[in-house]
């Protein structure tokens, strides 16, 4: 699991004269699950949406899949976004599609395949995420929190992505949806061979579920790698969410 798949180097984000990154480095592994921690404001959700090719960054590099995104032409970067999937936080589906509509909504539209194989498509997806046939019809407003979480998989699942694109999502979900939804991503980085790249702030699933993460803060990554890795760096705001009431309960469940 040493091969790096994302690479991001002295990155710079600027809206205005607000500067947001200002060097920012992280190395992502094939085939781990790599996470974004940091504080209300770090800029944790607009990395990953530089690194999926929704924002540019002021200067620095991010190379993907051997690709530079800061010089990628238009047709490599549709090409290349096809071999990832996003979650979007609070999963985003398409309010007046049922959910087999928005699992299917790429393949209708980016495939040439019959329709009968997209709706065997469709259902292998609902099923591999853990959601009944029956949700298939079902809209958007109908769906509980965890059954939107795993709709919205489900469609970023459905091309089969190398790469999955996570923001918050265990957010909004009680203690027991978001252990279960943890472990269906381990389950499914495992069978589908997927590299995994999350932004969260639960440490529940720091604690059990990521292999390496970022922490960042003062506008840079304060801290990069295993659990135990990140926990021997002295750096003040590690200690802040790793040393505070929370961190110390989640230290002593987790011995």
């Given amino acids: 699991m040493n091969d790096t798949i994302i690479t991001v180097s002295d990155l710079v ?24 921690l940091g504080g209300s404001g770090s800029g944790k959700s607009t990395l990953l949406k530089q690194i999926i090719m ?3 960054p002021a200067s620095g590099k991010i190379t993907l899949l051997g690709h530079d995104l800061m010089t990628i032409s ?28 928005n699992v299917g909504i790429k ?22 995420v853990g959601l009944p046939p ?19 998989l489900a469609r970023a699942l459905a091309m089969d992505p190398q790469l999955l694109f996570l923001d918050e999502p265990t957010s909004g979900l009680d203690p027991i949806g978001a252990e279960a939804f943890d472990k269906l991503l381990i389950e499914l980085r495992d ?8 932004v969260t702030h639960d440490l529940d699933t720091i604690w059990t579920i990521v292999d390496r993460f970022a922490v960042l803060g003062d506008k840079k990554v304060i801290a990069e790698g295993t659990l ?3 926990l021997q760096t002295p750096h003040p705001i590690v200690g802040q969410f790793f040393g505070g009431p929370r961190g110390q309960i989640r230290s002593r469940d987790g011995k």
Wanted: aromatic residues 6%; charged residues 20%; hydrophobic residues 45%.
């Fill in 13 to 36: 984000t600027r809206f205005g004269d607000n500067v947001i990154h200002e060097g920012v480095n992280l190395t992502v592994r094939r085939g781990e699950i790599y996470g974004l």
């Fill in 54 to 56: 929704l924002l540019r």
């Fill in 74 to 101: 238009r047709k490599d970067a549709a090409s290349l976004r096809h071999h990832w999937g996003v979650l979007f936080q609070g999963g985003a589906l398409y309010s007046s599609l049922t959910v087999a509509q």
């Fill in 107 to 128: 393949l209708r539209e980016y495939t040439d395949l019959p329709e009968d194989m997209i709706e065997d498509l469709i259902q292998m997806k609902i099923s591999m």
């Fill in 134 to 152: 029956t949700a298939a019809a079902l809209y958007p407003a109908e769906l509980s929190g965890g059954m939107t979480k795993r709709a919205a």
């Fill in 191 to 198: 069978i589908l061979s997927l590299t995994v790249v999350m």
């Fill in 228 to 230: 135990h890795e990140v």
